[in-house]
């Protein structure tokens, strides 16, 4: 089993990283206070390719693979992890059902303009009444000639407001459960797609989690993801993705907690010497970094079988549910470890706190996590 990082891999992350410390930092501690969507930081990504990175060049992408993405993802949350999920949500469930789901002519119409961050992509699964049960769908859309039209709501839809293309999911046979729900790409700019709210939220301040609503919007019938009745797994499918994409943003909202607090440990003096002399603050240490470095194993392990073709299934949500524990769990104790500093917000690690509990919550709770786990593994049995 080969642990090594390919070049192209390498490549991918330092760059990554370089530009997530050279523009990101301060992004991130802006956009914390002012709720601002990083459009300038979000332009300059796709200019360098990081709005595309496992689409291919024939579509405009970097041709890179999902290691590649999950380690982009990881330095870009490091830094911000509202930057970490805007590039995640655009390219895990908006851009990666067109190109692993959809036709030749949705690729090559859709793709060229998302892998560059002209258009940018959500995914509207979620409703008032249907959150972890995504079954539930209200949302209708009704074939009338040549178009489908479409009404309902959506709710906390990342990158809503900014997106030029979504991935919407609608009943299209209610009488059949999931198997009467379709997935439809919708341009967001047809009549009747309208941003409703924007959620006031604890965290990932930056990232905006948006109610949608469609009134009788009009979808060509030719924008069918798939066929009808195919959408619950076309979720599934994508969200299979999406859980590295969250699971590496954990990562580096966890790494970034280790990172403040080994500093702050050798500075920070008491009776007489730093606390990371004393035994209490070593063990906090020890073990956020195995847990960090555990969690990034498990997300890149996801990556790889995505990228052999491979189920993820099991994998993405083993990475997602516990690099989320372990960012939780890293903020909490870098919070701990700055003690009454750390609960202020001339720190990071109070950011890193509110940031990290969403990770437990988007794309599946790790409750819904551990629900796709066991199925997995007593099917295997
Ligand atoms: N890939 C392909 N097909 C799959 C699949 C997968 N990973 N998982 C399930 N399916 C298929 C099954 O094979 C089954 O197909 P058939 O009926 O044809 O046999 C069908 O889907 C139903 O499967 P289950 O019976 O296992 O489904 P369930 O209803 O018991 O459980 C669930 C499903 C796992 C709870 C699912 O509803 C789920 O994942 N819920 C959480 C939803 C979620 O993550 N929402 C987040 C939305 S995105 C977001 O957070 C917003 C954002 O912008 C960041």
Redesign the pocket.
């Known amino acids: 089993m080969d642990l090594e990082l390919t070049e192209a891999q390498r490549a991918a992350r330092d760059t990554a990283r370089r530009f997530a410390r050279e523009r990101l930092e301060r992004v991130g501690v802006e956009i914390d206070r002012t709720h601002e969507f990083p459009a300038k930081a979000v332009r300059e990504l796709g200019e360098l390719g990081m709005l595309g990175v496992f689409i291919p060049e024939q579509y405009g992408g970097a041709g890179l693979d999902n290691v590649s993405y999950a380690l982009v993802i990881e330095e870009i949350s490091v830094e911000c992890a509202s930057t970490g999920?805007i590039v995640s949500?655009h390219s895990s469930?908006g851009s990666w059902p067109i190109l692993g789901l959809g036709t030749e002519d949705q690729r090559a119409h859709y793709l060229p303009k998302m892998a560059t961050g002209q258009w940018l992509g959500?995914?509207a699964?979620?409703e008032p009444q249907a959150?972890?049960?995504?079954?539930g769908q209200k949302t209708r859309a009704v074939l009338d000639g040549d178009s489908y039209v479409i009404n309902g709501t959506k709710n906390?839809?990342?990158n809503g407001p900014e997106a030029g293309v979504c991935i919407l999911f609608a009943m299209t046979a209610p009488d059949k459960g999931?198997?009467g729900i379709s997935a439809f790409i919708v341009e967001t700019s047809s009549p009747g797609f309208q941003t409703t709210r924007i959620e006031d939220k604890m965290g990932i301040h930056g990232a905006h989690s948006a109610q949608l609503s469609f009134s009788d919007v009009r979808v060509p019938r030719e924008n069918l993801l798939v066929g009808e009745g195919e959408g619950?797994?076309v979720a599934?499918?994508t969200?299979?993705g999406?859980r590295i994409g969250i699971a590496a943003q954990a990562v580096g909202i966890g790494r970034a907690s280790l990172e403040a607090s080994l500093k702050y440990a050798q500075e920070r003096e008491a009776f007489g010497r730093p606390i990371a002399s004393n035994q209490a603050i070593q063990w906090k240490l020890a073990d956020m970094a195995v847990e960090v470095d555990a969690a990034r194993l498990l997300t890149l392990q996801a990556a790889a079988r995505k990228d052999q073709g491979l189920s993820c299934?099991k994998q993405s949500a083993m990475a997602k549910l516990f690099a989320a524990e372990a960012a939780m769990k890293a903020a909490t104790e870098a919070v701990q470890i700055h003690g009454g500093y750390g609960y202020t917000k001339e720190f990071k690690v109070e950011r890193y706190f509110r940031d990290a509990k969403i990770t437990e919550i988007?794309?599946?709770t790790s409750e819904?996590q551990r629900?796709?786990i066991s199925?997995q593994v007593l099917r295997n049995n």
């Open positions: 999920v949500a469930l959500c995914f699964l979620t959150g972890s049960d995504a079954a906390f839809i990342t999931h198997h619950f797994k599934m499918k969200l299979d999406g299934t988007y794309e599946g819904i629900l796709v199925g």
